[in-house]
């Protein structure tokens, strides 16, 4: 018996994927219009690049929404980024509420 592949390459995609279902299930968003944003940006696409067009697709959705704006998303990645640099292997990544948005 071979074993089922795992849907998720990295630990990243599945929280993705995580917090996509979590926002859906708070109203953030539909299905309907989670498929209409990402449908046409995954079509043409690499399987390589699919984790990368979720993550585009969740961002242009949330930045509609009024949730969080693209930039205000950037910036947080980049000080998140940043964080994870300057931190010593083995220790929790952390933001200061001053880095916060």
């Keep these: 018996m071979t074993a089922p592949e795992a849907p998720f390459d990295e630990p990243?995609?599945?929280q993705l994927f995580a917090?996509?279902?979590?926002?859906n299930?708070?109203?953030a968003f539909t299905w309907s219009d989670w498929a209409a944003a990402f449908g046409p940006r995954?079509?043409?696409a690499s399987a390589?690049?699919?984790?990368n067009i979720w993550s585009e697709t969740l961002v242009a959705l949330l930045d509609t929404a009024g949730i969080s704006g693209t930039n205000e998303i950037r910036a947080l990645t980049e000080r998140w980024q940043a964080a994870?640099?300057?931190t010593p292997h083995g220790q929790p990544i952390?933001?200061?509420?001053?880095e916060l948005p």
């Design 12 to 14: 990243w995609q599945a």
């Design 19 to 23: 917090m996509t279902v979590a926002l």
């Design 84 to 86: 994870a640099r300057n």
């Design 94 to 98: 952390l933001l200061s509420a001053a």
């Design 48 to 51: 390589d690049a699919y984790w």
């Design 42 to 44: 995954v079509q043409d």
């Design 25 to 27: 299930e708070t109203g």
